[in-house]
């Protein structure tokens, strides 16, 4: 917070701490000549590709944005639909930052795999967890396998893990696998082998894999025989792509690296967010009534009783994360 001074015709400025964006509220208010302050209390919140777009009052179009946690700066993409999307963390993010990646994302049922081919296209598949394990999360984690086996080629991160059985609910002789588009893929776990996990690894320092070498089954390799095209409006930019990562299931499921499929030539994985609009603003001499921040939903304002308004009274929370016309004035 910034201050001119404490009189009639100064202000104050308010700005949100690293990794915080503002979502509602005003940036500067003004002292008053009757002693107030012109604005509404400004709400920071953590950034992601919601907040993003309640700051920009769902005026955003997909894109690369630059975000940060603990004073570290990296990209993400977001790839905004009707009312939800998917975000994606760009390969060039540095292995030092701290990123949890719940808050990317309010959507732990499923992750998008979008793929690159030879032919330079672009296609994708949704993988969540079998009807079995459907209570259970699937856990994207940043440069860490917290509850879960880690990966085999940990000497190519950092790295994006997507896990699926935790060690908590691996045992022997237990059906594991994935849902991939809808349409599961299942084994008997033979040995009590724990992995169980999509890992794309940005590889910072150019390692090799490992001498363990991986096959293809059609379970390894669903995401890929089960994907469908992506729209070249809604493809991914080149930079968005690793070309190595690693999946296992271990007990007989399968492992696989990027060598095993030789069409693939980058992959990326996206976490889903749900779109919601910011609390909205509060109107100086006014009440507001709402019941939801999902899109669809209606905020009603009343002046005070000897105060005439100019605006929107009513609002309606859109489908890109913003309020439908102008905040209304109560004066009198």
Not at 55 to 69: A, T
Not at 72 to 91: K, L, T
Not at 305 to 323: D, F, I, K, Q, V
Request: glycine share 12%.
């Amino acid at each position: 917070m910034s201050y001119s001074g404490w009189g009639h015709g100064n202000s104050v400025t308010f700005t949100c701490e690293p990794g915080y964006i503002m979502v509602s509220g005003d940036a500067v208010h003004t002292c008053h000549k009757n002693g107030w302050w012109t604005g509404t209390q400004p709400k920071c919140q953590v950034q992601n590709c919601v907040t993003l777009q309640n700051n920009s009052n769902g005026k955003l179009k997909s894109g690369l944005y630059q975000i940060n946690r603990g004073g570290r700066n990296f990209h993400i993409y977001c790839n905004y639909g009707n009312g939800d999307g998917y975000v994606y963390i760009s390969p060039s993010i540095s292995s030092d930052v701290d990123l949890n990646m719940t808050s990317l994302s309010d959507d732990s049922s499923l992750v998008k795999v979008i793929h690159r081919r030879q032919n330079s296209k672009q296609y994708e598949a949704t993988i969540q967890q079998i009807n079995a394990f459907n209570t259970l999360p699937v856990s994207v984690q940043y440069n860490r396998h917290d509850g879960y086996q880690g990966v085999v080629n940990n000497a190519m991160g950092p790295y994006v893990f997507t896990g699926f059985v935790p060690l908590s609910h691996n045992v022997i002789h237990g059906v594991q696998g994935w849902k991939v588009n809808g349409k599961e893929f299942t084994f008997t776990n033979g040995d009590g082998n724990p992995n169980s996990y999509f890992a794309v690894l940005f590889n910072a320092i150019k390692s090799g894999y490992t001498s363990y070498k991986g096959w293809r089954n059609n379970l390894m390799h669903a995401w890929y025989d089960l994907a469908t095209l992506v729209p070249v409006s809604d493809s991914l930019p080149e930079s968005m792509f690793s070309t190595n990562y690693e999946i296992h299931h271990g007990g007989g499921g399968g492992y696989s690296i990027a060598t095993t499929e030789s069409d693939i030539t980058g992959v990326a994985i996206g976490q889903r967010f749900i779109i919601t609009c910011s609390e909205p603003d509060d109107v100086r001499n006014a009440k507001k009534m709402f019941c939801s921040v999902k899109p669809g939903s209606v905020v009603t304002y009343i002046c005070n009783p000897g105060y005439a308004n100019s605006g929107n009274l009513e609002r309606m929370c859109t489908s890109t994360g913003g309020w439908s016309g102008l905040p209304p004035t109560c004066t009198r």
